[in-house]
């Protein structure tokens, strides 16, 4: 996918602009690889693909039969390999035409086989690219066991599993997912793992939704942290793009939603805009 994105970038400023804005190129190129930050909870998929695009400033074309909804989090991983799991998930691939990127519907599409015996032993399961969300669904449905799937929870899973217990072959989706899970009066509830970034016991947000925050206060907290903690609270679908970095320091009481969120990227020279619900945060240029 390097090499694709690299040339179709090429051809988008011409051998003229390279050489004559090579600062400029350089940077649109590198955003490809910089890390990106995102959660979509049931989202447009379409929605969820321009995001991304526009996080890194690349045009791209959407095939109008790529449809659906997508539940998929990433923190701080390289937009390039980011999209490449997203692809994959949900069985997307995209070409180069003309210099723009076409998005389409993959070829060779994500495949999940279950079989399950009567002592609840899973006799056989191969998943190639099947998204975690539904490959969970369809492994609990197989043995009518209850299951509830928070926010953002997603993401390709590759798994050959024979004659292993049920609850093994629920920790090894759940690991290479990054979730975790709690059993409550025989409900299995899985949520996405939080970043393990040592900041959360340095912030503190109460009483945050999609109006209002009662309360957000840290001291010199690296910005994406914040934003996620933030984000999830909300339950609301976002993209922080390449290069969006700083610490923030500030306690704000009872604003609404977007007046917290201008406060916080003010410190880091960064601004949003909402596209179709999803948050896409970026560095100003």
Known sequence: MSGKVTTVLAAMFGIAAALAMPCRAMAQEDLTSAPISFGFNRTDVRTAIQCLFDAAGIPCNIHPEIRGKVSFSVFDAPWESSLQSLFRAEGITYRSESGVIEVVRGIDPPRLSIETARDG?????????????????????????????????????????????????????????????????????????????????????????????????????????????????????????????????????????????????????ADFRRVSGVYVVKRNR
């Open 121 to 269: 032993r899973v006799t056989s399961l191969e998943s190639r690219e099947m998204d975690a969300q539904r490959l969970l669904r369809a492994l609990f449905n197989s043995e009518n066991h209850p299951i509830t799937v928070g926010p953002y929870v997603g993401g390709p899973v590759n798994l050959k599993l024979k004659n292993e217990s049920f609850e093994a072959a629920v920790e090894n989706i759940a690991r290479q997912a990054n979730l975790t899970y709690k059993v409550e009066n025989g409900m299995y509830k899985f949520s996405v793992a939080e970043p393990q970034n040592g900041q959360n016991s340095r912030m503190t947000i109460r009483g945050a939704d999609i109006r209002q925050v009662g309360l957000i206060k840290g001291d010199r907290i690296e910005v994406k942290p914040l934003l996620i903690e933030l984000f999830r609270q909300a339950k609301v679908s976002y993209v922080i793009g390449p290069n969006v970095f700083g610490l923030v320091t500030l306690e704000l009481h009872n604003l609404t939603f977007e007046s917290v969120l201008k406060e916080i990227l003010l410190q880091v020279g």
